[in-house]
């Protein structure tokens, strides 16, 4: 995913939190050890000879834009035009959003292979650019910023990442939300952090929606170190999970960005205010204890 993005060089993280696999850490169920970001599955089936059915599984994720397409159309219609975004507003398990059907019943049809991305979130254009955050985690707590915005590292200015924050912090230190809304996407089973691009995609992360439509990304997490699940309401300082270093990092930290989907359906970070206990910083400095 888009929000992993640092350098460095960290042994491959296995199960260490197995041990946290607690009721009250399932929620976002671990599978086995993967790599691969798997948010929405979609899976076809053929109940009869002209016809074809695709179906989408979205259980930890239910706020996203799926962009699908399909080539190889021969004598085949979709029930929808294609390409096309699909937008995921819940939790769906095997819903049927597309069908592709034969023609003409006189010739052979074809269709497929398909593909399809999954982006987190939905497009808004809203953004209240004065709301001051908390820091996301505990008061007594205090760390330091080892990356900030347009950093020359993995936050490069016209990236997604270009307005995120890497803060560095124990695997284990409880995440808590800096602004209330609701999660909207969690990750659990990512079990590897490593130097590279390679790993990029097997972070753990929380996201959560704010009530102007934009989006706070908590990344990085432990293994099985989610405690909240989609469709939770969480308020300033309700805990996330727990930090780790998964995904592509070099230690353990917490990256942290508020961003919105633009119309390219594309995260947009920006930049965000913060209420620390010195006082209320326009944003974290890269090199300050917090
Ligand atoms: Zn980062």
Known sequence: ??????????????????????????????????????????????????????????????????????????????????????????????????????????????????????????????????????????AEKHFTVSQSYRSKYTHLAGTPDEYAVDIMMPEGTPVLAARPGTVIACRADGDMGGAGQKYSECANYVHVKHDDGTYGAYVHLKRNGVTVKPGQSVGVGTQLGLSGATGWVTCPHLHFMVYRLNSSLRAQSFPFKVRTASGIVQQLEEGETY
């Open 1 to 138: 995913m888009n929000f992993a993005r640092l350098l460095k060089l960290i042994p491959f993280y296995t199960s260490l939190c197995a041990s946290l696999a607690s009721a009250q850490l399932a929620f976002c169920r671990p599978a086995t050890a993967v790599c691969k970001d798997d948010p929405i599955q979609v899976v076809s089936d053929t109940p009869a000879d002209n016809y074809a059915r695709l179906f989408l599984t979205s259980e930890r994720v239910i706020e996203a834009t799926v962009h699908f397409e399909c080539d190889g159309m021969d004598n085949a219609v979709p029930s929808e035009p294609l390409p096309r975004n699909f937008m995921i507003t819940k939790a769906y398990e095997n819903y049927e959003f597309l069908r592709i059907s034969q023609y003409d019943p006189a010739k052979p049809w074809h269709w497929g292979p398909y593909r399809y991305h999954v982006q987190i979130g939905l497009p808004s254009r809203s953004q209240t650019i004065d709301y001051i955050y908390a820091l996301p985690y505990a």
